[in-house]
């Protein structure tokens, strides 16, 4: 492990939720939650003002409706977050050639192999100078976490949240450790967890203490010697430029169980399809097809095929995916379906469509599916998802407050405005079109670089006194923006891709908000 703090996380605080508020004027400082709105939808990132109520990422939408019935409840624009997410990861990129991200809004970055720190004043200084530039260039907040390792710099963030800055000195790694509950090492989820506190340990001290055979005979020899180390605070991981991924998959939640086996099969074909244009659209190609089906008693089944070499032709996965589901029983109806693709490669290999069923056709390749001109909604049928951009020929850009019986209803409000005024249109009204989102915010003529904020530029001589940790044990570095002790580690989910609206992720624990208050006023749900 390194002599220096010289390795930062960064999570960006409730995501989501953030840019909406930061979008909206007449959400700021009120509940919002943003994920799936229909009756099996799940929330992809609730707003410290909706966890003040007890909703967090992963639960069922309907559930974060009963506990917080007055929250605005909007649907995602991935679209939108990407592009901020893009913003955000420059800014790293600026710091150094060795930035990890793990997720839109979370990233490791190795400061060391970029020169931009290498001691602990020079590590605090940049994780404040980070913050203060991420909030010009976004208007939005991070958490930023500095230690040795990047199992600390996690750590570090998720004790800093929100809007804060924790950096662990080395030496003092064990003192923070101990009294954290066992779930806060990375790997330790809710099974392991219970496993561990039936056996007498719940916390990282007495994990250590158990010792490295004991740990073995609990949970296996793999994860026994990983637990051991990690609760002697050893993580030797590198921060990797690159993170090769693993597998492309699609799946689709639908909201009402579907029996019919036709349709099982079509839907089964049109998942196949768009993760073969996802693969396409990574420049990759993937051995093994993997068909994942969960029924209506939620028990979920998964079904793989492995090909003689790798393949992005779409034909190839239909007919391995149709075959997988052959030998899953779905009579008493699905809930959910998904096709994926993994031993990913760079090269396909062309004589594979001798595995499927059928000959190759003659002519032109198959055409991605795409749905058909005639098969689009008539215009009156339009749909207008809730939180999404609108502009009107009149009123200007504003977004969908809620949508139903043929009206829909828009908030004009821009992110530099103040709360505009709210309108009810027919929903096929010529004069009311989707738009593009708008900058959250604006660029100045002549300004600097996402790395020369003006922001930036004046918290570069911060007082390096503001790195003094005033807790007994050193081992928590507040920044100037309050204190953070050992105890206060929550987190936020990471946000995850657009499957998030329509499928679960895991749980993970709720962060503790600075906000005493419960956010309260509502907007209308569709």
Same mark, same amino acid.
């Given at each position: /492990?390194?002599?220096?703090? %010289?390795? #930062?996380?960064?999570?960006?605080?409730? !995501?989501?939720?953030?840019?909406?508020?930061?979008?909206?004027?007449? =959400?700021?400082?009120?509940?919002?939650?943003?994920?799936?709105?229909?009756?099996?939808?799940?929330? &992809?990132?609730?707003?410290?003002?909706?966890?003040? !109520?007890?909703?967090?990422?992963? /639960?069922? %939408?309907?559930?974060?409706?009963?506990?917080?019935?007055?929250?605005?409840?909007?649907?995602?624009?991935?679209?939108?977050?990407?592009?901020?997410?893009?913003?955000?990861m420059?800014?790293?990129?600026?710091?150094?050639? #060795?930035?990890?991200?793990?997720?839109?809004?979370?990233?490791?970055?190795?400061l060391? &192999?970029?020169?931009?720190?290498?001691?602990?004043?020079?590590?605090?200084?940049?994780?404040?100078?980070? $913050?203060?530039?991420?909030?010009?260039v %976004?208007?939005?907040?991070?958490?930023? @976490?500095?230690?040795?390792?990047? /199992?600390?710099?996690?750590?570090?963030?998720?004790?800093?949240?929100?809007?804060?800055?924790?950096?662990?000195?080395?030496?003092?790694?064990?003192?923070?450790?101990?009294?954290?509950?066992?779930?806060?090492?990375p790997?330790?989820?809710?099974?392991?967890?219970?496993?561990?506190?039936?056996?007498?340990?719940?916390?990282?001290?007495?994990?250590?203490?158990?010792?490295?055979d004991? #740990?073995?005979?609990?949970?296996?020899?793999?994860?026994?010697?990983?637990?051991?180390? /990690?609760?002697?605070?050893?993580?030797?991981?590198?921060?990797?430029?690159? +993170?090769?991924?693993?597998?492309?998959?699609?799946?689709?939640?639908?909201?009402?169980?579907?029996?019919?086996?036709?349709?099982?099969?079509?839907?089964?074909? +049109?998942?196949?399809?768009?993760?073969?244009?996802r693969?396409?659209?990574?420049?990759v190609?993937?051995?093994?097809?993997?068909?994942?089906? $969960?029924?209506?008693?939620?028990?979920?089944?998964?079904?793989?095929?492995?090909?003689?070499?790798?393949t992005?032709?779409?034909?190839?996965?239909?007919?391995?995916?149709?075959? #997988?589901?052959?030998?899953?029983?779905?009579?008493?109806?699905v809930? =959910?379906? @998904?096709?994926?693709?993994?031993?990913?490669?760079?090269?396909?290999?062309?004589?594979?469509?001798?595995?499927?069923?059928?000959?190759?056709?003659?002519?032109?390749?198959?055409?991605?599916?795409?749905?058909?001109?005639?098969?689009?909604?008539?215009?009156?049928?339009?749909?207008?998802?809730?939180?999404?951009?609108?502009?009107?020929?009149?009123?200007?850009?504003?977004?969908?407050?809620?949508?139903?019986?043929?009206?829909?209803?828009?908030? !004009?409000?821009?992110?530099?405005?103040?709360?505009?005024?709210?309108?009810? !249109?027919?929903?096929?009204?010529?004069?009311?079109?989707?738009?593009?989102?708008?900058? =959250?915010?604006?660029?100045?003529?002549?300004?600097?670089?996402?790395?020369?904020?003006?922001?930036?530029?004046?918290?570069?001589?911060?007082?390096?006194?503001?790195? %003094?940790?005033?807790?007994? *044990?050193?081992?928590?570095?507040?920044?100037?923006?309050?204190?953070?002790?050992?105890?206060?580690?929550?987190?936020?989910?990471?946000?995850?891709?657009?499957?998030?609206?329509?499928?679960?992720?895991?749980? *993970?624990?709720?962060?503790?908000s600075?906000?005493?208050?419960?956010?309260?006023?509502?907007?209308? +749900?569709?």
């Open positions: /492990m390194r002599s220096a703090p %010289t390795i #930062l996380h960064l999570d960006m605080d409730a !995501f989501f939720a953030s840019a909406e508020q930061a979008s909206k004027p007449s =959400l700021r400082g009120k509940a919002v939650v943003v994920g799936g709105l229909g009756p099996r939808g799940v929330v &992809a990132t609730a707003s410290y003002e909706a966890r003040v !109520f007890g909703v967090h990422s992963a /639960m069922p %939408t309907a559930q974060a409706r009963r506990l917080a019935p007055n929250a605005a409840y909007l649907t995602p624009r991935f679209a939108f977050y990407r592009s901020i997410s893009e913003q955000v420059e800014l790293l990129r600026a710091l150094s050639p #060795l930035v990890e991200p793990l997720s839109l809004d979370e990233a490791f970055v190795d060391e &192999a970029g020169g931009a720190a290498w001691d602990e004043e020079s590590a605090g200084r940049v994780g404040r100078r980070l $913050r203060a530039d991420i909030r010009a %976004t208007g939005l907040t991070g958490s930023v @976490g500095l230690a040795a390792s990047k /199992m600390l710099a996690k750590i570090a963030s998720e004790q800093a949240k929100p809007d804060g800055l924790v950096l662990i000195r080395p030496g003092t790694e064990r003192a923070l450790l101990g009294p954290l509950s066992v779930r806060t090492l790997g330790v989820g809710p099974a392991t967890g219970d496993h561990l506190r039936r056996a007498g340990i719940h916390t990282v001290e007495e994990l250590a203490e158990a010792g490295e004991e #740990l073995v005979r609990l949970v296996g020899k793999a994860h026994g010697h990983a637990l051991y180390a /990690m609760a002697l605070a050893h993580d030797e991981r590198p921060v990797v430029a690159e +993170r090769e991924a693993k597998s492309v998959s699609v799946e689709d939640t639908y909201d009402v169980d579907i029996h019919d086996r036709v349709r099982v099969g079509l839907e089964v074909q +049109r998942l196949a399809d768009r993760c073969v244009r693969l396409r659209g990574a420049g190609s993937g051995r093994t097809i993997v068909l994942k089906v $969960r029924r209506y008693d939620f028990s979920t089944l998964t079904r793989s095929e492995t090909l003689r070499g790798p992005d032709d779409p034909a190839v996965v239909r007919e391995a995916a149709a075959r #997988l589901l052959d030998s899953v029983d779905t009579t008493g109806g809930r =959910l379906l @998904g096709v994926g693709v993994t031993g990913l490669a760079d090269y396909t290999q062309e004589d594979l469509f001798a595995q499927a069923a059928g000959a190759r056709p003659e002519g032109p390749e198959e055409e991605p599916a795409v749905e058909p001109a005639v098969e689009r909604p008539a215009p009156a049928e339009r749909r207008w998802p809730a939180g999404h951009d609108v502009r009107h020929t009149v009123y200007g850009h504003g977004w969908v407050q809620g949508s139903g019986l043929g009206r829909v209803t828009v908030r !004009f409000e821009t992110p530099d405005s103040g709360p505009g005024r709210v309108r009810t !249109f027919r929903v096929e009204d010529p004069e009311l079109e989707p738009a593009d989102p708008l900058p =959250l915010v604006a660029r100045r003529p002549g300004a600097g670089g996402p790395g020369e904020t003006s922001a930036g530029s004046a918290d570069r001589g911060a007082d390096a006194a503001a790195m %003094t940790s005033p807790e007994a *044990a050193g081992a928590v570095s507040p920044d100037a923006d309050g204190a953070r002790s050992p105890d206060a580690a929550g987190g936020d989910v990471a946000e995850a891709d657009d499957a998030v609206a329509q499928a679960s992720s895991e749980p *993970a624990s709720l962060p503790k600075r906000s005493g208050t419960a956010g309260g006023a509502a907007t209308s +749900r569709p």
